[in-house]
C-alpha cells in the first residue's frame, strides 16, 4: 500500500540554524499538510497547501516557516531560525482530494532543538 | 473553533475483550467528518474508521466500530475482540464540511495497553 514517507526521521540542530524537513506524498494525492506534535501536547495543524500554493495555515505558521513542492514528489517544510519551542515531531500528511477523504501520515520527524 | 475531548488518558484491555474509548468534540455546523486514528509506538498515524456526520448509521471496519451520537457530539471507538497489535495511540479527529478548513482538529489522544 503506498504511504507518506518522511526523512529524517530524527533531526537535531543548533537553534538559531534553518532546517528543513522532507516529505513523499502519495504519488496521486493533490492536498498535502504538515502537522506537530510537542510533546505531552495534541497534534496541532501547521499548513495545508495545494496546487503549488498555501491553502490555509495555522497561527503557528508564521514567517519563520516555508513550505515548498520544489518537484513533482517532494514537500518541504522549512524553518529558516529554530527555535527551542520549534522542538516536536512534525507529521506530514496528503490525501487525494477535499471532501472529507482522509489525510493519510508519515512516521514523522523528531525535531530536537539545542 | 472546533475542539476535540478524549478524556481517557490512558485505558487497557484484556486480550479478546472489548473495549470503547471516548471522545466529544464541540462544533456549530451540522455536516462535518470524524476520524480515528492509530500510532502504533514510534509508527505512522493510520486510518482505522472515518464518519460523515450527515450519515445516520454507524461506520465500522472489521473489529472496529463508531458510535457516533450527533445531538451529544460524541463519537466512541470500540474494539471487539481486542489483539495485542491493537495497542496503541489512539487519536479522534474532526474535520469541517466540504468547503470550510481542511485542517483536522485532534484530541490528545488515548493509549490504549491490550494484556495477554
Known amino acids: 500500500e503506498p504511504e507518506v514517507t518522511q526523512t529524517p526521521s530524527h533531526q537535531v540542530t543548533q537553534m538559531g540554524q534553518e532546517v528543513i524537513l522532507r516529505c513523499v506524498p502519495i504519488?496521486?494525492?493533490?492536498?498535502f499538510y504538515w502537522y506537530r506534535q510537542i510533546l505531552g501536547q495534541k497534534v496541532e495543524f501547521l499548513v495545508s497547501?495545494?496546487?503549488?500554493?498555501?491553502?490555509?495555515k495555522s497561527e503557528i505558521f508564521d514567517d519563520q516557516f516555508s513550505v515548498e513542492r520544489p518537484d513533482g514528489s517532494n514537500f518541504t517544510l522549512k524553518i529558516r531560525s529554530t527555535k527551542l519551542e520549534d522542538s516536536a515531531m512534525y507529521f506530514c500528511?496528503?490525501?487525494?482530494?477535499?471532501?472529507?477523504?482522509?489525510?493519510?501520515f508519515g512516521d514523522g520527524t523528531r525535531l530536537s532543538i539545542l | 473553533a472546533q475542539t476535540v475531548t478524549q478524556s481517557q488518558p490512558e485505558m487497557s484491555v484484556q486480550e479478546a475483550e472489548t473495549v470503547t474509548l471516548s471522545c466529544t468534540y464541540d462544533t456549530s455546523e451540522s455536516d462535518y467528518y470524524l476520524f480515528w486514528y492509530k500510532q502504533p509506538p514510534s509508527r505512522q498515524m493510520i486510518l482505522v474508521i472515518r464518519q460523515e456526520a450527515y450519515k445516520q448509521q454507524n461506520a465500522t471496519e472489521n473489529r472496529f466500530s463508531v458510535n457516533f451520537q450527533k445531538a451529544a457530539k460524541s463519537f466512541s471507538l470500540k474494539i471487539s475482540d481486542s489483539q495485542l497489535g491493537d495497542a496503541a495511540m489512539y487519536f479522534c479527529a474532526y474535520r469541517a464540511p466540504q468547503g470550510g478548513s481542511e485542517k483536522l482538529v485532534f484530541g490528545k489522544g488515548t493509549k490504549l495497553t491490550v494484556n495477554p
Open positions: 504519488s496521486n494525492h493533490l492536498y
Open positions: 497547501f495545494y496546487n503549488n500554493e498555501i491553502s490555509e
Open positions: 500528511a496528503s490525501s487525494e482530494g477535499r471532501e472529507g477523504q482522509p489525510q493519510h
